[in-house]
């Protein structure tokens, strides 16, 4: 067994379906320290379980059945309290193992807030070409609130010390501050709401993409139980629409992080359930494109 698994405590399993030779990985990381407007996403890994086990197993958009599939679910890491970096190593160490004991599976991580892609990026630069991400928010300010590493500035850091390009959909919300840096960056593209027509494929031909979806894409709407909600966001068809598109023209996925579900937020589960259902949805076309109807 490796070091990395006593990191690690058990919980329920996504969708409450057990498989061992599932080709799909559960983690959960529920890092909440950072959280500056409504704390609450550590509860989000269990909450999207649990709401998962609700759901029934068929993708729409696929038009397939996954009741089949099961998950290997290697629960929620134990996040240091009160010590980011730590935090940041622990994620790093667990990350590190699942790609060396499972690198043949599809790896799904539930947060926590949206600071956890930076050390799983960290871990996984080597093996990605392009990121995409699903946010209201750019998070690309430098130092938000005296600090240079929180869920306002993880883009900004990724940006910086890895230097690997990053596609924007959904954006909404930002500082000067943040449009100023975009605009003198060649690593960044940005798709607003009012772009959601435009060809998409322009830089996503290929290439290994790691997939970061911050639940407040979506409109309070359809995702009231975030930390940071901003009006005028994503329906959910539109958001499964253009994650279609993203998974039609990538290569190999790395990993899919869902963020920033904030449970205490939540109206009757709604988000937690919606997100479930992403995930689900997000199976059903990887199981099409390498499973024969």
Known sequence: ??????????????????????????????????????PGTRFAPN??????CNLEF?????????????????GD????????????????????????????????????????????????????DH???FDAHLDLRDEYLGSRYN??????????DYKIPITYFGVRAFSIEEIDYLRGSDLITLYSIKDLDRNTSLKLSGGNVYISIDADVLDPS???????????????????ELLYKVLRHSGKIIGV???????????????SLTTAKIILEIIGFLENRTRSP
């Open 1 to 38: 067994m490796g070091v990395w698994r006593h990191l690690l405590q058990k919980t329920q399993v996504f969708g409450c379906v057990e498989q061992e030779k599932s080709r799909y990985l559960i983690l959960g990381i529920p890092l909440d320290q950072t959280t500056t407007y409504k």
């Open 47 to 52: 909450a999207i379980r649990n709401a998962a």
């Open 58 to 74: 068929y993708s729409m958009f696929s038009d397939r059945s996954l009741d089949h599939i099961g998950f290997i679910d290697l």
């Open 77 to 128: 890491l134990v996040v240091s309290p009160g010590d980011l970096f730590k935090a940041f190593e622990n994620i790093d160490m667990v990350i590190r193992g699942i790609r060396e004991e499972y690198d043949d599976k599809y790896l799904f991580i539930l947060g926590g807030e949206h600071t956890i892609t930076y050390p799983i990026i960290g871990s996984l630069r080597e093996n990605i």
């Open 131 to 133: 990121i995409i991400v």
């Open 151 to 160: 869920h306002a500035t993880v883009m900004r850091r990724i940006i910086e």
């Open 222 to 240: 359809y995702a009231p139980g975030v930390s940071n909600p901003e009006p005028l966001g994503l329906d959910c068809f539109q958001l499964i």
């Open 257 to 271: 992080d869902l963020v920033e579900v904030n449970p205490l937020m939540d109206i009757n589960d709604v988000t």
